[in-house]
Each structure stands twice: as structure tokens, then as C-alpha cells.
């Protein structure tokens, strides 16, 4: 059974950081699609940043030169590093993967499809 397992949540002032750990059992994150997503009371989940499947790294506008997402191959590891942390980033975290395609013509790419979620990590910013 595949599993996503966060953490590296927690409670910050603003202006403070936090690294957000993603570990995965019975899958291998370096061939899929990855990213991190969030949700905050009363609102949808929104994705925040996200590897797709030619390595490149993609950001919500509200998080970027903020954020950084990374990984850890041989630690089978996703990564979210924040930085000067907001109120507004206050949210539910949670890293998810999926199929990575691939076509002669394309390369690998992902079509924004997620099979597997963690359970999520808190991330509170006060003012």
C-alpha cells in the first residue's frame, strides 16, 4: 500500500520559515509527478508548487520567490522549503503524486493528475 507521509509542520511568526518533508513507501517518487497542496478553512485546496515530468518546477504566484520545492532521490523525499511565511499561508499541507507520462514527441510530462495523498501537516503563521 502505497504511502505519503508529511511533516515539518508547525506554528510561526511571520516572517519565519518551516521545511515541510513529504517521505513515500511502495512508490518511488523520482518517476512521478509530485507537488504540494493546501487548504485552508472554509476555502479550496490550491496547489502551491509542483515538479512536473521533465524536473521543472512550477508556483502558485502567491508563494513564489518565497517557496522553494525540491527532492531527495535517494531518500525517496519531497521537499518544501518556506520562507518569510505570511498569515495568509496558514493552511492544511498536504504532498501528493502521480503517473508520469510519457511520448516520443513530449518527453515525460504530467497532466495534473494526483493517485496518492498524504494525511497532511498543519502550518500556522501569526501576525
Known amino acids: 500500500q502505497v504511502q505519503l507521509v508529511e511533516t515539518g509542520g508547525g506554528s510561526v511568526q511571520a516572517g519565519g520559515s518551516l521545511r515541510l518533508s513529504c517521505t513515500a513507501s511502495r512508490y518511488t517518487l523520482s518517476n512521478a509527478c509530485v507537488g504540494w497542496f493546501r487548504q485552508a478553512p472554509g476555502k479550496e485546496r490550491e496547489g502551491v508548487a509542483a515538479?512536473?515530468?521533465?524536473?521543472?518546477?512550477s508556483y502558485a504566484d502567491s508563494v513564489k520567490g518565497r517557496f522553494t520545492i525540491s527532492q531527495d532521490n535517494a531518500k525517496n523525499t519531497l521537499y518544501l522549503e518556506m520562507n518569510n511565511l505570511k498569515p495568509e499561508d496558514t493552511a492544511m499541507y498536504y504532498c501528493?503524486?502521480?503517473?508520469?507520462?510519457?511520448?516520443?514527441?513530449?518527453?515525460?510530462?504530467?497532466?495534473?493528475?494526483?493517485?496518492?495523498w498524504g494525511q497532511g501537516t498543519q502550518v500556522t503563521v501569526s501576525s
Open positions: 501528493a503524486a502521480g503517473t508520469r507520462y510519457y511520448s516520443y514527441s513530449s518527453g515525460y510530462y504530467c497532466l495534473n493528475e494526483y493517485n496518492y
Open positions: 515538479i512536473d515530468g521533465d524536473s521543472t518546477t
